[in-house]
């Protein structure tokens, strides 16, 4: 594996690409040839990880670090290859030779082989450094970021912009627009942001290469090798070609080569002033569709008989037929903060389920960290974008029998009410009572209707309006996003200047939905019930307690399950307002406007 970036910025927040792109036959063999006398003389069974510095201009190079262990990046390097590093590793331990272990993905040879790979995989990190108010957005030798992602492609530019689009869902791949609809400072300084390390970095390129820079005056500022720059500039050169351009002029040869660079249907809807659905209807109309490949780790010297999957523009036939029409299970996306193992440990249960009731699964998630995208834990494994162009392009190859979108946290919630309204069957609850529950205005409405305390509220349209009713209620005050995980731009505005510096940061993340605003309680008891209904019927439930007061996020808060200072009245307003909000939620739900 290579990193994109050059040496000095940890390899857990670098952008890494496999196989290595930019060494030399001469320099990969010397290489391979020291590691194999290293883990000889040092005696190593099983996994190893290995560190080098190169010098680009040289055959000069230098070992960083040895780790005779599974190192971080080992749940990257099995599922890039399609080689299980800690399987493996345990059966060496075991005193198993390595011809005598099978090869998973032909299910005919020996592991005893160097994966040879014919396709590219990129891995980018993902930080949540916007958190930390004051935090330094650099990037260096300690690492910060708190998950990654893993694209694959059949060109370097195809699985870069898919990289990019799965680390959040506001990134619409390689682009100089910055994440969450954030704008650049009115100070900002573009070579600055080029030379500086940062975890927005890879936008200030794509800018500067919008804006004229050439490939060798951006390597010069950054040291990144000129193969991936030029990759890049390739990127920027086809977006400026069809921006200016009609959706109506598009031809179907325009659309293959922006689709095969990886271009989303939402980025060209953008460049040509047009919407995802009509450039989704126009490229079907054209037959351009993705290809579904296998991975292959014998790059096609072997017939492969794996069920590790993705898609990609640069082929000419499928690796596969479609006969399961299985249950689609999808995964969690990105380790971020307020997603983590616990929504992976969901999906693996959810899909082990389903496999122990007779269904076949298909899972879809892009976190090479997770059990879920071990392929032996589902029938078909789709690495794959989290997003509605790729969910409906796999249920429409698949003809899945249903989409569970509840146990992969926050990004598959929020595809609910999109992929419902074009036709997909999401099973358990109806899209239509999970935007009522994740709308904070309609949610804040009924429960009005049903009589059900809650503090004063109102949906948000301008800024006066918050300032008024902070006014009349009085700070503090609440400030509420919709469709938001872990509390993210959720903020208590202790006066009219936090207020404001508030409001915009919400209103940025729920850019489609009003804001609601609240007056906040203090000195409050915090109190959760969690619960599993059945056709709005509780059927089993767990109620628990924070010890901090209301206003520490449940994420960070210290919570004590069964409660033990909450009175009995207290636990009894509780749970039947759960259980009778839940019917009567099904109910009012169903007038929401679609």
């Not at 960083?64 to 800690?86: M, Q, V």
């Not at 005919?108 to 082989?113: E, G, I, K, P, W």
């Not at 689709?259 to 460049?271: C, N, V, W, Y």
């Not at 380790?335 to 983590?340: A, L």
């Amino acid at each position: 594996m290579e990193n994109f970036d050059p040496l000095g910025i940890h390899t857990g927040d670098s952008v890494v690409v496999a196989p290595s792109q930019t060494l030399s036959n001469e320099e990969y063999h010397m290489l391979r040839e020291t590691a194999i006398k290293t883990v000889r003389h040092m005696g190593i069974v099983g996994e190893c990880n290995i560190q080098y510095a190169l010098n680009p201009k040289s055959l000069e190079y230098c070992i960083i670090e040895i780790n005779a262990r599974l190192s971080r990046s080992s749940a990257l390097a099995s599922k890039a290859t399609g080689y299980p590093l800690a399987f493996i590793a345990a059966k060496l331990a075991l005193g198993i030779t390595l011809p005598e272990i099978r090869n998973a993905t032909t299910q005919t040879t020996s592991a005893c082989f160097e994966p040879s790979l014919d396709y590219i995989v990129t891995k980018i990190p993902r930080w949540d450094l916007d958190r930390f108010h004051g935090t330094s957005k650099q990037i260096g030798s300690s690492m910060k970021s708190v998950g990654e992602v893993m694209a694959i492609g059949r060109t370097f530019e195809e699985s870069m912009q898919k990289a990019l689009r799965m680390t959040h869902p506001s990134i619409d791949g390689f682009t100089h627009e910055l994440p969450i609809g954030k704008t650049y400072e009115r100070d900002f300084d573009l070579e600055a942001s080029v030379v500086m390390p940062t975890n927005t970095r890879i936008h200030a390129i794509a800018k500067a290469l919008y804006e004229g820079y050439s490939v060798e005056r951006i390597h010069d500022l950054t040291a990144i090798d000129c193969w991936f720059l030029h990759k890049l500039k390739r990127i920027v050169d086809l977006e400026k070609e069809v921006e200016n351009m009609d959706s109506k002029h598009l031809t179907s040869e325009n659309m293959q080569v922006m689709k095969e660079a990886g271009f989303s249907d939402r980025r060209l809807g953008s460049l040509l002033g047009s919407t995802e659905d009509d450039i989704r209807l126009q490229r079907i109309a054209m037959n351009i569709r993705p290809w579904v490949k296998q991975i292959d780790t014998m790059a096609a010297e072997y017939p492969a008989a794996t069920n590790y999957l993705y898609c990609s523009y640069n082929g000419m036939e499928h690796d596969l037929t479609f006969n399961d029409h299985g249950t689609m299970v999808l995964g969690c996306g990105p380790y971020h903060i307020g997603s983590s193992v616990e929504f992976d440990w969901c999906a693996v249960s959810c899909i082990r389920n389903l496999r122990q009731l007779g269904r076949k699964t298909v899972v879809v998630n892009h976190n090479p960290e997770t059990v879920s995208t071990d392929f032996d834990e589902c029938d078909r494994l789709y690495f794959e974008e989290l997003s509605l162009e790729r969910i409906l392009d796999i249920y429409q190859h698949e003809s899945c029998a249903g989409v569970v979108v509840s146990v992969g946290g926050q990004i598959p919630n929020n595809l609910a009410l999109p992929l419902y309204k074009r036709g997909v069957t999401i099973l358990g609850t109806s899209p239509l009572q999970i935007y009522a529950a994740e709308e904070r205005s309609i949610f804040s409405d009924i429960l009005d209707k049903l009589n059900i305390d809650q503090p004063k509220w109102k949906a948000l349209t301008s800024l006066d309006e918050a300032l008024e009713f902070a006014a009349s209620v009085g700070y503090p005050c609440l400030l509420r996003p919709s469709f938001v995980l872990s509390g993210s731009a959720m903020n208590v505005c202790h006066g009219p200047g936090e207020l404001k510096n508030f409001l915009g940061e919400a209103t940025r993340v729920s850019q489609d939905h009003p804001v609601v605003i609240s007056k906040f309680m203090e000195d409050a008891r915090e109190v959760e019930m969690d619960a599993v209904a059945h056709f709005g019927q509780v059927v089993a439930h767990a109620v628990s307690e924070h010890v901090e007061n209301a206003g520490v996020h449940s994420g960070d808060a210290t919570l004590i399950l069964p409660t033990q200072t909450i009175t009995a009245d207290a636990l009894d307003k509780v749970r039947p307002s759960d259980a009778g909000m839940l019917v009567r939620l099904q109910r009012l739900a169903l007038a929401v406007p679609q």
